[in-house]
């Protein structure tokens, strides 16, 4: 976590008991405790502090973004495309949605999403950058295909994975409805937000004191709010520097694999190059020829290099993924998914640059 998260939650924690919904002095303290963050988070994610819904997280956010807006238009379809979180791929598959392609470099088939639309669809979901291979959407191009073949449908954008990368208040200006999670920018687990923005109708999740606006009911995460705050404020202050920074560090680690590792495809690029411009900066996949993920996985956790497959769902690495089966990668290929943040340095790159390569050896001669 930030630093600053981890202090402002600690204050909270010790002198912040009280509960914002409530009235006496402890209780307004917290209250305007949360409406800092409010603002805090506001600025940005570039709307309105009204406009934000605070939540358990991404999964929340996501469910509430499509099951909130279908609710309001019964009978109406669901759209996304086939690399999106879990957390908006079943509730859209569940409620009969449509479920449009992506090409091999990772990029939502825009031809193919004109033809999902039509006036009977209520809510597009187009994940800003994918979890798995980071991989960056074209939401401005998809914001003017479905204004114009479906002008009645909200468009809804995961941001998780994109907050620490990507100009998040600019990109995403045309979505109706935005989801960010805490811990994917240096905040607490357990805390998120949907940005709905102002005319925008979804009915609620959960149902009770009628908290966020009568759109979230329960007593609000008051720390976890908080930190997250601390987390978006400071990763938006220094966003340009680390992407930069880590931009350059992953160069060398994906390149430093490539040439060391006969046999390695880097994924969601396009084989010029290769160009990592549509790819956020913290993003490293790759995949190996004769390896099995898990005993990579398994080898590269005895090297302090802590590693996933896939995304790092609760199913773990056992179960092919849907996102490199959606870019028609050969599922008998063994993906590594190598994650850098604002804290990664120079030596863990250089630690990891060592270590895979003899991994990779070891799990191929094992098989
Ligand atoms: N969306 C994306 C793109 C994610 O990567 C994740 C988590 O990994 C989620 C949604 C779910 O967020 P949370 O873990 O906060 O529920």
Do not use: Y
């Amino acid at each position: 976590m930030r630093p600053e998260a981890v202090e402002a939650m600690l204050a909270m924690l010790e002198n912040g008991f009280g509960n914002p919904s409530g009235s006496h002095r402890m209780a307004r303290a917290a209250r305007r405790a949360v409406d800092d963050a409010r603002d805090v988070m506001a600025e940005t994610l570039g709307c309105h502090p009204g406009e934000i819904v605070f939540t358990s997280g991404g999964t929340e956010a996501d469910n509430q973004a499509i099951v909130g807006t279908l609710a309001r238009r019964p009978g109406a379809h669901p759209v996304c495309t086939a690399i999106e979180h879990p957390a908006v791929l079943v509730p859209v598959q569940r409620a009969g949605g449509r479920i449009v392609p992506a090409g091999r470099t990772g990029q939502v088939d825009l031809a193919a999403l004109a033809a999902a639309l039509d006036s009977s669809v209520a809510v597009v979901s187009v994940m800003l950058a994918n979890n798995e291979v980071g991989v960056v959407q074209p939401l401005a191009e998809v914001a003017d295909v479905v204004a114009a073949h479906s002008p009645d449908a909200v468009l809804h954008t995961d941001a998780v994975q994109a907050f620490p990368w990507l100009d998040v208040a600019g990109t995403c200006a045309r979505a109706g409805l935005v989801s960010v999670s805490a811990h994917k920018f240096g905040g607490p687990k357990g805390i998120g937000a949907l940005v709905v923005r102002d005319g925008v109708g979804i009915e609620p999740l959960l149902r009770g004191g009628g908290q966020e606006r009568d759109r979230r009911s329960g007593t609000q995460n008051v720390a976890g709010i908080v930190g997250m705050a601390a987390a978006a404020r400071v990763t938006v202050e220094e966003r340009k520097a680390t992407v930069e920074r880590v931009a350059a560090l992953r160069d060398r680690l994906a390149d430093g694999l490539l040439a060391a590792v006969p046999g390695t495809i880097e994924s969601g690029v396009s084989d010029v190059g290769p160009d990592r411009s549509h790819k956020i900066a913290g993003s490293c996949h790759l995949c190996f020829e004769g390896v099995e993920a898990e005993s990579l996985l398994f080898l590269l956790d005895q090297e302090d290099v802590c590693a996933s497959a896939a995304s790092s769902c609760a199913s773990g690495a056992a179960e092919p993924s849907h996102v490199l089966a959606a870019m028609g990668i050969d599922p008998a290929l063994g993906s590594l998914r190598l994650s850098l943040g604002w804290s990664t340095t120079d030596d863990e790159v250089d630690h990891a640059l060592a270590v895979v390569p003899v991994a990779v050896e070891r799990a191929r001669g094992s098989r």
